[in-house]
């Protein structure tokens, strides 16, 4: 039964600043992986992971499920992990790209 706050106490608290965290971590490798091609490796994987905790957690806050205290952390979280998959995938093309030129 939902408290007058909103907040329900059976309600698993947020992972917003672990969440942040990996996001940051995510956005962080991927453009370094323009210049060092096996940060890309690790920022596409991990951006990805991020995306799916993020977008959960927050339809758990939607739903009242998960403490929506979070819920901004989370969202940036989301921010990075878009930005830091799309880093890691461009960088990925990239060196793609000047291996196989280097091969001709």
Same mark, same amino acid.
């Given at each position: +039964? =939902?408290?007058?706050?909103? #907040?329900? *106490?059976?309600?698993? /608290?947020?992972?917003? /600043?672990?969440?942040?965290?990996?996001?940051? $971590?995510?956005?962080?490798?991927?453009? @370094?992986?323009?210049?060092?091609? =096996?940060? !890309?490796? %690790?920022? %596409? =994987?991990?951006? %990805?992971?991020?995306?799916?905790? $993020?977008?959960?957690?927050?339809? *758990? +806050?939607?739903?009242?499920?998960?403490? /929506? *205290?979070?819920?901004?952390?989370? %969202?940036?979280?989301?921010?990075?992990?878009?930005?830091?998959?799309?880093?890691?995938?461009? @960088?990925?093309? #990239?060196? !793609? +790209?000047?291996? !196989?030129?280097?091969?001709?």
């Amino acid at each position: +039964m =939902p408290q007058a706050s909103g #907040l329900r *106490r059976d309600g698993k /608290p947020h992972r917003g /600043p672990l969440l942040q965290y990996l996001g940051t $971590a995510s956005f962080v490798f991927g453009v @370094a992986g323009l210049c060092l091609a =096996p940060l !890309a490796l %690790v920022a %596409v =994987p991990l951006g %990805v992971v991020v995306l799916t905790l $993020a977008d959960g957690d927050l339809k *758990r +806050m939607a739903d009242g499920a998960v403490d /929506p *205290r979070g819920q901004k952390l989370t %969202v940036g979280a989301r921010g990075s992990a878009i930005s830091g998959l799309g880093f890691g995938v461009f @960088a990925l093309l #990239l060196w !793609a +790209m000047i291996l !196989a030129s280097l091969q001709w």
